[in-house]
């Protein structure tokens, strides 16, 4: 539960601009996860749960500060 918070911590401290981004890299990297399972490339199905945890744990800041007007 620490993990969680501590990522949490950093997502706050990022900018905007940062947040989007990494947004963008994550898509990314499930994207191409979710196209290496279905060619069996990959095994390690953990991964997609923790790139899907993550893309809302910035969504879900992104739209805090949307909110909020940060």
Request: proline share 0%.
């Amino acid at each position: 539960m620490s993990e969680i918070n501590m990522e949490m911590k950093n997502l706050i401290k990022k900018k905007d601009s940062d947040l989007a981004k990494l947004l963008k890299e994550k898509r990314e990297g499930f994207k191409s996860f979710r196209f290496s399972i279905t060619g069996t490339k990959t095994r390690n199905v953990k991964a997609g749960k923790a790139l899907k945890k993550d893309i809302a744990q910035i969504l879900t800041e992104i739209n805090k500060r949307r909110l909020h007007g940060k």
